[in-house]
């Protein structure tokens, strides 16, 4: 696998760096909805602000 994702790294094929991109901002929003609903769950009132 950390051959293929270095493969990804160095690529200069425009689709394949393009995937790439789409596909961690996938993996970062969905680590930062996890953080979220954690931090509502240890503060009942707490509303996470809505951007």
Do not use: C, H, Y
Not at 6 to 19: G, L, R, T
């Amino acid at each position: 696998m950390a051959r293929n994702l270095e493969e990804i790294i160095q690529s200069e094929d425009p689709k394949v760096v393009s995937a790439a991109k789409r596909k961690a901002s996938k993996i970062l929003r969905s680590i930062n909805d996890k953080k979220e609903t954690e931090v509502t769950k240890k503060k009942p009132g707490f509303q996470p602000s809505k951007k």
